[in-house]
Nanobody
Framework: VQLQASGGGLVQAGGSLRLSCAAS????????TGWFRQAPGKEREFVAA????????HYAESVKGRFTISRDNGKNTVYLQMNSLKPEDTAVYYC???????????????WGQGTQVTVSS
């Protein structure tokens, strides 16, 4: 499956963005999907994940209450709604797909190319 992340950009602190992860080549509806982010000089970190049917979600503590992950299997797309953005949310955001909802990058087999999110103070 090929994943395409989009929706990043430059936003002021307190603003919102919605990221999209669109799949092609194979349906995303049978895969758990996660969002990860990587800031310069830092390791890739877990942000949020959703089960194949949307019945389960999991968030990093740093984004809980501000970010919402959702999916539309009819559109083969997973979303990450990001509200109340902070400068520390600045990073390249990646989506990934795998068989189970997990929080470690090496447990996801398929990755998108990443989309840059920059939050100015």
């Amino acid at each position: 499956v090929q994943l395409q992340a989009s929706g990043g950009g430059l936003v002021q602190a307190g603003g919102s963005l919605r990221l999209s992860c669109a799949a092609s080549g194979r349906t995303l509806s049978s895969s758990a999907t996660g969002w990860f982010r990587q800031a310069p000089g830092k390791e890739r970190e877990f942000v949020a994940a959703i089960s194949w049917n949307g019945g389960s979600t999991h968030y990093a503590e740093s984004v809980k209450g501000r970010f919402t992950i959702s999916r539309d299997n009819g559109k083969n797309t997973v979303y990450l709604q990001m509200n109340s953005l902070k400068p520390e949310d600045t990073a390249v955001y990646y989506c990934a797909a795998g068989p189970l909802l997990r929080t470690f990058p090496n447990e996801y087999a398929y990755w998108g190319q990443g989309t840059q999110v920059t939050v100015s103070s």
